[in-house]
């Protein structure tokens, strides 16, 4: 049974901008937020700008972060079920030579990611040759371009860019994504009374298979927004 109803509520929350997985998250967190009935607006931000935005209460939330987001933003509460999945993939040129099957295969090369994005930023924490970029377009010119070695980005982000750009020169390097991330949604700490209630729902979609439907209608969405 869906928690009880909010109707007449509005919330606003940010997301980051330019990013495949995040337009997905605006489609699919609207449609569990009209089960309680609360509208969303969503903002698409730059990362850092999103999350202080959410941090400080400006916005009433952020869409779609990963785990450790909710370690580094104590004034915001994971909605405890993830409801996203992403994977941080490896993108070189496709005559590069070049091999990327673990983390550590990135400390000789030059690295590109999008700037804010935490689980790039975590990935690349340790390394020197790390350039930041506002978009993921941006990361696959990079590439193409030789003017660095590998982009890191979410799979479905870096295959829709490629396809945008109409380009077979930047290719996966490595049979496996470098990790895989659950994806949560965070309210600010001012609304902890809708976290049980936004649980609920998500846990319930899941359950009927109602989610994994919401998810691919939205995905189907978003690619064909990008040809």
Do not use: W
């Not at 202080?52 to 990963?66: E, L, P, V, W």
């Not at 506002?134 to 070695?149: A, H, K, P, S, Y």
């Not at 860019?161 to 290719?171: Q, R, S």
């Not at 649980?199 to 298979?209: F, H, L, N, Q, T």
Request: with cysteine.
């Amino acid at each position: 049974m869906v928690a009880q109803a909010c109707f007449g509520t509005t919330l606003h929350f940010v997301s980051i901008e330019n990013l495949a997985e995040q337009k997905i998250g605006k489609i699919v967190l609207s449609h569990i937020y009209r089960k309680l009935g609360i509208e969303v607006t969503i903002t698409p931000l730059p990362g850092q700008r999103a999350q202080r935005q959410a941090a400080t209460g400006k916005d009433d939330g952020d869409i779609m972060r990963i785990y450790a987001y909710g370690k580094d933003n104590p004034n915001v509460i994971r909605i405890p079920t993830p409801y996203f999945q992403l994977e941080t993939m490896a993108f070189t040129k496709a005559d590069s030579g070049i091999q990327i099957n673990s983390k550590a295969d990135l400390l000789n090369y030059a690295v590109a990611k999008v700037r804010g994005v935490k689980h790039t930023d975590n990935l690349t924490a340790s390394l020197n040759n790390v350039t930041d970029v506002n978009n993921t377009q941006t990361l696959i010119r990079l590439v193409n371009e030789g003017l660095v070695d590998v982009a890191l980005t979410n799979t479905i982000d870096g295959l829709l860019a490629i396809h945008h750009l109409n380009l077979d020169t930047v290719v996966v390097p490595g049979p496996q994504p470098l990790a895989t991330f659950d994806l949560y949604h965070y309210l600010h700490q001012d609304h902890r009374d809708l976290v049980e209630k936004v649980d609920a729902v998500i846990r319930e979609m899941k359950a009927s298979g109602e989610l994994e439907r919401v998810i691919q209608h939205a995905t189907l969405s978003v690619v064909k927004g990008y040809q």
